[in-house]
């Protein structure tokens, strides 16, 4: 293990700490059995970005304890090394499969019927 992948595991474990209002996380710690939830994992993911680590929501899902992300993810990227900025601000938090989210055409279906005025009545 490297000195970089160390000094990731550390900023790893401390992030974890924080969001899960935790005295300590080790690096074997799963973040999902210490306390983890989706949403939290967003937090996560923003603090580590911030940091300038490059992970993704994916990534903490797939690999959830400090040590095995901190193998994946590797060290701060050597351009925010160079810099001292962090992950773009452009690189999204979530990627989803084109197929996740169903048929778009189902989506612009029911932009259809919406534009046409039918709609829900609610009984007061």
Excluded at 16 to 41: H, I, K, M, T
Excluded at 96 to 109: K, P, Q, R, T
Aim: aromatic share 6%; with cysteine.
């Amino acid at each position: 293990m490297t000195s970089a992948t160390v000094t990731t595991q550390a900023t790893l474990c401390r992030i974890l700490a924080e969001v899960l209002d935790l005295d300590l996380v080790s690096p074997q710690d799963s973040f999902f059995e210490v306390g983890g939830d989706s949403v939290l994992a967003l937090q996560v993911v923003a603090r580590a970005r911030e940091a300038g680590l490059a992970v993704s929501v994916r990534d903490l899902f797939d690999h959830q304890t400090p040590e095995t992300l901190a193998a994946v993810i590797g060290d701060l990227p050597a351009a925010a090394r160079a810099s001292g900025t962090a992950v773009p601000a452009e690189s999204p938090l979530l990627t989803f499969a084109e197929d996740e989210f169903g048929d778009l055409e189902d989506i612009e279906f029911a932009q259809q019927i919406s534009d046409t005025g039918a709609g829900w009545e609610t009984l007061t």
